[in-house]
């Protein structure tokens, strides 16, 4: 397991600035976000290969099949990430397909999204019906990209959403047949106080192909801290996860508008790299 950064973690710099800052941070891969890549896809895969960076888990920028209406954040300056999204399932549908083929050539580790809410859908069946057909048509985008999907379970304080944990969300991979392009990625944060977090690991942790670390607060506060500072399980979820057999990239998701977003893109590549060690060197000591 090694540590990587994902760029959603340095909202105030540009792709650009990044590169050099987690390069001297000592970050080897990085987790792209589709939002921040500059037009030009070749110069940016030149400039990757520059300072020997490979690529983990991704972010799209339509981040669920279904659409997401109503979706709960603390107040913060949120840098122009669009939460929601298109309304209708069918553009995102396009839009992520879209971002999976342009995502192809940087061969990364995987690409994430969630499965979404079926608020809004007419029953229950006609949305798990309609995440069924996105799931089947992304995954077949990505076989022919050569590119592994992870779904990320959403925490239920943020909205409502299918695949909740990661044991609904192996069933509903399953059900949709899609087990061989479609994975799971567990985030820290929003996994992190499931009560049924270890013992779905336990069951489904070989299906893990991605991984965002970032701490909760301890109760009632909906800010994100920086790994091994907070409230979540991080070193025990890193280390269950390591008795099956993870060896991929772990990305730092400094998702913090309040404090990592605001210091300098050098401080706080530094601070994720430091944390990002010391709960993979502690993790160890779990298996």
Request: charge should be negative; glycine fraction near 8%.
């Amino acid at each position: 397991m090694k540590p990587a950064m994902n760029q959603i973690s340095t909202m105030q710099a540009t792709f650009e600035e990044d590169l050099p800052a987690y390069a001297a941070a000592g970050f080897e891969a990085i987790g792209l976000l589709e939002m921040k890549l500059p037009e030009d896809d070749n110069n940016n895969r030149r400039l990757l290969d520059k300072f020997g960076f490979e690529v983990s888990n991704c972010i799209v920028s339509v981040l669920s099949i279904l659409p997401l209406q109503g979706v709960v954040l603390p107040k913060g300056d949120w840098k122009g990430i669009d939460f929601e999204g298109p309304k209708d399932t069918e553009t995102r549908i396009r839009q992520i397909c879209d971002a999976v083929r342009r995502l192809g050539p940087y061969k990364p580790s995987s690409v994430t999204v969630s499965f979404g809410s079926p608020d809004g859908f007419e029953s229950a069946r006609a949305a798990e019906a309609a995440l069924r057909d996105g799931l089947r048509r992304i995954a077949d985008v990505a076989t022919k990209s050569g590119v592994r999907i992870a779904i990320e379970p959403i925490h239920p304080s943020i909205i409502h959403t299918l695949g909740q944990s990661i044991a609904e969300t192996a069933h509903i991979i399953d059900d949709a047949g899609v087990a061989d392009a479609v994975g799971i990625l567990i985030d820290t944060w929003h996994s992190g106080d499931s009560p049924t977090l270890f013992e779905d690991i336990e069951a489904h942790g070989d299906r893990v192909i991605g991984l965002h670390v970032c701490d909760r607060a301890p109760a009632g506060n909906p800010n994100r801290l920086v790994p091994g500072t907070g409230a979540s399980p991080t070193v025990e979820i890193l280390g269950a996860l390591r008795k099956h057999g993870y060896n991929t990239w772990a990305d730092a998701e400094l998702f913090s508008p309040h404090d990592v977003w605001l210091r300098p893109v050098e401080e706080a590549a530094t601070i994720g790299f430091t944390a990002m060690n010391d709960v993979l060197k502690r993790s160890a000591d779990f298996v």
